[in-house]
């Protein structure tokens, strides 16, 4: 190496026999200066070589470092070396370097974290398997899809990472698998059963050889749930109408066989008819009712306003009190006259005609039903009281749940559709409120609508 330890001394040499050749020469005319000329030459040399050579060696061991530092993926630092040094070309080149690998490394961490915010922020669980069925990506998603809480999946054995057994033989054949494939699996989790939608793709690199798999899982739990309500729903819609229906053709198809000739008889089955009409036309109206709420509330249609209270328990309270005096029941009303409300007054007397029809229903003759308004702590309370019936408890849970009856003859032989309370939920959400019941048998019942309070609700 021509910059190594031996280069002062060879550079000392050259100097000193250049000197001492001068001296030579010199010696022929200043034959005193013979012998100090040459060594004068030496010591000035040796100086000269000195700090040449510490100064080229200093530089030297700096870019030395710098490069071990690269190696060591270190890119931050960069070499300054003097102008003059005839190292700088070499320093310039290994500071373009260092950039370039920074530059690299920016750009490889930013794409870095594209991917995994996109993957972060995907609906669909995502896990890629190696071929020797290793996780080597899994989002937040299908963690939280398969309850995957401590362990660090990264680098591990699908088996070890995913304890469902149906999923498992899923990934085992994704990996065996050359085609795409999917499946619907329903897994028990913390004893909550899911349905889960999985699609599996090959995982191929630039070349097309074969890394791994590729499994996009979505909880289609929802989906399938409010599928089965709506399969339900019309299930339940089906029966509903086919017991009047059936009912109507069968006192026409004996009205037609010869009933017609007894009046009498004519008379009372065109009154089953006319009833069986009218409950058909009941539940239309409430179907209705409720698809119409839904479809409001959906669309962020409900509209309201804020107003008295009392001025819609009341018009509730009024449109009930023929159905009272006839069943010998008494309303009472308790509101405070300042007690105001966000609220859609039609809806919402709606509601309350419910609450009050089925206190109606549920009483016996000289009972009495208490309309209350009241705004404790943090909500705005609407309460309908009765001293009917009661309900079981193991009927409360489902009460609200559209044709929930608790004894179906009764409630038809009543008038009811099941599914006014049903109705009644839906106009609590679209105010931002919800309902509760509280009944004991034989006691009566309280059913309430908790309307979140604001600032305004008792304005003077
Ligand atoms: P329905 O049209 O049958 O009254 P609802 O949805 O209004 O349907 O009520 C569902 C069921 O809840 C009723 O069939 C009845 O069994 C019970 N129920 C509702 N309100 C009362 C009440 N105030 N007292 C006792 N039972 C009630």
Not at 215 to 238: C, G, H, M, P, Y
Not at 353 to 374: C, F, H, M, Q
Request: hydrophobic share 45%; net charge neutral; charged share 20%.
């Amino acid at each position: 190496m021509i910059f190594g330890r031996r280069f002062p001394i060879t550079l000392m040499l050259y100097s000193a026999f250049a000197l001492a050749v001068l001296g030579v020469a010199w010696n022929i005319s200043q034959p005193r200066l013979a012998v100090q000329l040459p060594l004068v030459g030496i010591l000035i040399a040796v100086g000269v070589a000195l700090r040449l050579h510490s100064r080229l060696w200093s530089d030297f061991q700096a870019l030395h470092e710098a490069v071990k530092r690269l190696a060591a993926g270190d890119s931050r630092d960069r070499i300054y070396l003097s102008p003059q040094s005839p190292l700088s070309g070499l320093a310039a080149s290994v500071n373009e370097l260092a950039v370039s690998i920074d530059r690299h490394i920016a750009a490889h961490v930013s794409r870095n974290v594209e991917r995994e915010a996109i993957l972060s922020s995907m609906l669909e669980g995502i896990i890629a398997v190696d071929m020797s069925g290793r996780v080597i990506e899994i989002n937040s998603a299908a963690q939280r899809i398969l309850s995957i809480g401590a362990i660090r999946p990264l680098g591990r054995l699908v088996q070890e990472v995913i304890s469902n057994h149906r999923l498992q033989r899923f990934m085992t054949h994704a990996l065996d698998s050359a085609e795409s494939h999917a499946d619907e699996l329903h897994i028990l989790d913390g004893g909550e059963e899911k349905t889960l939608t999985v699609n599996a793709a090959v995982l191929r690199d630039g070349a097309g050889a074969r890394l791994g798999a590729l499994v996009v899982i979505n909880d289609a739990t929802r989906l399938r749930k409010l599928e089965n309500i709506r399969r339900d729903f019309v299930a339940n819609v089906s029966h509903e109408l086919r017991t009047p229906i059936t009912s109507i053709k069968g006192f026409v198809e004996t009205l037609q066989d010869g009933a017609l000739a007894s009046p009498e008889d004519a008379r009372r089955f065109l009154a089953i008819i006319a009833r069986q009409a009218d409950r058909l036309n009941a539940i239309f109206d409430d179907l209705l009712k409720l698809s119409r709420i839904e479809q409001e509330s959906e669309s962020e249609q409900v509209i309201l306003t804020r107003g008295p209270l009392v001025d819609v328990l009341h018009a509730a309270v009024q449109s009930c009190e023929k159905q009272a005096a006839d069943a010998k029941v008494r309303i009472v009303l308790q509101c405070p006259a300042e007690l105001t409300l966000e609220r859609h007054a039609v809806l919402l007397e709606q509601a309350v005609v419910n609450l009050i029809t089925n206190a109606i229903r549920y009483s016996e003759p000289g009972g009495e039903i208490l309309v209350r308004a009241t705004a404790p702590k943090h909500e705005v309370l609407l309460e309908v009281i009765d001293q009917g019936c009661g309900i079981e408890a193991r009927h409360l849970p489902r009460i609200f749940e559209r044709f929930y009856r608790i004894d179906k003859s009764r409630s038809r032989e009543l008038g009811g559709t099941g599914l006014g309370l049903a109705i009644v939920k839906h106009i609590s959400q679209a105010h931002g409120a919800y309902p509760t019941v509280q009944s004991r048998p034989g006691e009566g019942s309280t059913f309430a609508i908790h309307f979140p309070r604001s600032a305004q609700s008792l304005a003077a």
